[in-house]
């Protein structure tokens, strides 16, 4: 019995590193299971995202820039928010970008029980945003990009898991938004996901963080002009990979859902 129960924290902990770590390797470091990039192609196009909106401050100021910039991007949306701001959803909607889930709170995966992730988390938002726009959302990326063993081995069947390979490091206020230009300028390359948030409200984030983020990002895209690169949501980034093989375990459903909206 003494010796069942000195096994028992070791087991625990044994347990809780395959659960939790070899998933964060696996999908952040190696990107099994999940997408971080789309191919280098000839298109030379490249996918920024925003995480955490929609946000009554600065998301329509963000909508305006790429309005301005003729760029089509990703918006990771919390379920909360969308409930809060459904004429934000509805604008990013109508001008031409992409909505994807990001929770329904800012809660890491890792804390919540993986059928309470889909249903209380990814499906609940998933609902919502389809009864603002009449559209199903298909992607789907974790809080912190921190995914569980279920996730990995469940999520994916039913959403398009998309991380990223251009990290902004833009929650911070004191990133001023050179730090975040030349990071920006140096790692962007045909093919990138880019990650950079819409809103500073989350643990860990500055409120007006935003508002650097969009310094920042002014400045990137008037700089990246002589460059031939087009600005594409994540699903027509992603659209030859998951049609040439790289599609790991979408579902059809999933899969006939992002075909008929790039089409
Ligand atoms: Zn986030």
Not at 77 to 93: C, F, M, N, T, W
Not at 108 to 113: G, R
Not at 187 to 214: C, E, F, R, Y
């Amino acid at each position: 019995m003494n010796l069942m129960n000195s096994w028992l924290p070791l087991a625990f902990l044994f347990c809780s590193f395959v659960y939790m770590m070899i998933p964060v390797v696996m999908s952040r470091v190696l990107g099994l299971g999940v997408y971080k990039k789309g191919k280098q192609s000839q298109q030379a196009e490249v996918a920024f995202t925003f995480d955490d909106g929609p946000d009554p401050c600065y998301t329509p100021e963000l909508l305006d820039l790429l309005k301005q910039f003729e760029v089509k991007a990703t918006f990771f949306v919390l379920g909360s928010k969308a409930e809060q701001y459904p004429d934000l959803i509805r604008r990013i909607h109508d001008e031409g970008h992409q909505i994807g889930i990001h929770n329904y709170t800012h809660t890491c995966n890792l804390v919540i029980c993986p059928w309470k992730i889909k249903r209380q988390h990814i499906d609940r938002t998933a609902d919502i945003i389809e009864a603002i726009i009449g559209e199903r959302p298909s992607s789907y990326r974790p809080p912190w990009g921190i995914l569980n063993l279920a996730d990995l081995l469940w999520l994916r069947k039913s959403y398009q898991i998309v991380l990223w390979s251009v990290m902004g490091w833009d929650w911070k206020r004191q990133e001023s938004s050179h730090k975040l230009t030349d990071r920006l300028l140096r790692n962007i390359k045909p093919g990138s996901i880019v990650l950079l948030h819409d809103s500073g409200d989350t643990a860990g984030a500055d409120v007006d963080a935003p508002k650097q983020m969009l310094e920042g990002l002014r400045i990137v895209l008037q700089e990246l002009k002589s460059k031939p690169y087009s600005y594409v949501r994540t699903d027509k980034l992603l659209h030859k990979r998951v049609v040439s093989g790289y599609r790991m375990d979408q579902n059809i459903h999933s899969s006939r859902h992002i075909k008929s909206r790039i089409i």
